[in-house]
């Protein structure tokens, strides 16, 4: 039953993405290091013949982990990933949080227009947050980022080939249907590399990665994916519970995505 679900989540973010190369013509995706976009890359180089066909833009406010920038340089020289690194400026923005929200946002607005992307993969799942799970499969933003969370298209029996009305770009998510474990379960299956963090050391480990000054570890002993999948299912802590935008009211972290934010 797991495998087949696996199969069935795998298939639908391939098509995802071949739909998103074929209906597009200039796309990228943007690289965290964290395990649902490192996923993302791996579904990717299945879909496209071993290969990444677009660039993978990475969000860098310079206080990102060492073990992050390690493995994003490791990756792409492993994986020949062609990275653009978008610098993001640390200054006080709307969700009180200097170093990310809005802030990556601005940085990514200056590379979607540098190199005129219409369409940027993004690995967000449903089940991360409410205001997340209002997203659809293929979403539309405005020129200025803006997204009408009140009125998108219906998206019925995975039917993606209606026209998407924007005068900006389109945000597509492969990764919607996933929820955490699946996750974990398609990197042990696939042997996806990931960040060393998400491995407890001294009775902690990060369960979502962000940059060092708004992510902080949980308590874990799981020293392996086998450990950290046996660890989910006897859980009861939210998986962002490490993430400090994540605990600012819900209608700010819906006014930031509205705005822009991933």
Not at 51 to 67: A, L, S, Y
Not at 133 to 140: L, M, N, Q, T
Not at 178 to 194: A, G, L, Q, S, T
Not at 221 to 243: H, P, V
Request: charged share 35%; proline share 3%.
């Amino acid at each position: 039953m797991i495998e087949q679900n696996l199969k069935e989540l795998e298939e639908r973010s391939i098509f995802i993405l071949r739909e998103a190369k074929s209906k597009f013509k200039n796309v990228a995706a943007l690289w965290s290091m964290g395990k649902d976009s490192t996923t993302m890359l791996a579904l990717a180089r299945k879909a496209f013949l071993g290969k990444v066909p677009f660039p993978v833009i990475h969000i860098d406010n310079g206080i990102d982990f060492p073990e992050t920038y390690k493995f994003r340089d490791d990756l792409t020289k492993k994986w020949n990933l062609d990275l653009i690194v978008a610098k993001s400026e640390i200054k006080p923005e709307i969700s009180g949080f200097s170093c990310c929200g809005s802030n990556k946002t601005e940085a990514l607005k200056k590379i979607m227009k540098e190199y005129k992307f219409d369409a940027l993969i993004v690995s967000i799942r449903r089940d991360e947050h409410g205001i997340r799970a209002k997203e659809r499969v293929f979403s539309a933003r405005d020129k200025n980022f803006r997204w009408n969370y009140k009125n998108q298209a219906a998206e019925l029996w995975d039917d993606y080939s209606s026209k998407i009305d924007t005068a900006g770009h389109v945000r597509v998510h492969p990764l919607l249907d996933w929820n955490e474990i699946d996750i974990w379960r398609y990197i042990k299956k696939e042997r996806i590399p990931v960040n060393p963090l998400y491995f407890s050391r001294n009775g902690f480990r990060y369960r979502s990665l962000g940059c060092t000054h708004c992510t902080v570890p949980v308590k874990s002993n799981a020293k392996t994916i086998d450990d950290i999948i046996k660890e989910l299912k006897n859980t009861d802590t939210e998986e962002r519970a490490g993430r400090e935008q994540d605990k600012e009211k819900e209608y700010v972290m819906q006014k930031l995505r509205a705005f822009g934010y991933m």
